[in-house]
Nanobody
Framework: QVQLVESGGGLVQPGGSLRLSCTAYGFTLNYYVEGWFRQAPGKEREWVSLMATSDGTTYYGNSVKGRFTFSRDAAKNTVYLQLNNLEPEDTAVYYC??????????????????WGQGTQVTVSS
């Protein structure tokens, strides 16, 4: 069965850190682009960080730049998102995604067809 499985979310205080993981099952995670998205209550899903796997070029949203880091471990068929210096505004469900057809880095979540189930990140004191 082809699926992405996220883990690592939780409740953390402002300024804290988390590391999210996303492991692929049933396929090799090496499509052109891999991404992390998030969706807060009442808001649209937005891109957080995207990576072009061919050369490792990584993109970060303005609100997370300098605080989040996208990495991948091909041997474990897993990508990670390190979240540092978390803020209450980072509270959301975080999803990893990819797509076998994309041949460019798309910032539109509607272009991705393979999604994980999501992991909740809550930043609160």
């Amino acid at each position: 069965q082809v699926q992405l499985v996220e883990s690592g979310g939780g409740l953390v205080q402002p300024g804290g850190s988390l590391r999210l993981s996303c492991t692929a099952y049933g396929f090799t995670l090496n499509y052109y682009v891999e991404g992390w998205f998030r969706q807060a209550p009442g808001k649209e899903r937005e891109w957080v960080s995207l990576m072009a796997t061919s050369d490792g070029t990584t993109y970060y949203g303005n609100s997370v730049k300098g605080r989040f880091t996208f990495s991948r471990d091909a041997a474990k068929n897993t990508v990670y998102l390190q979240l540092n210096n978390l803020e209450p505004e980072d509270t959301a469900v975080y999803y990893c995604a990819t797509d076998p057809r994309l041949r460019y880095v798309s910032f539109d979540p509607n272009d991705y067809t393979c999604w994980g189930q999501g992991t909740q990140v809550t930043v609160s004191s």
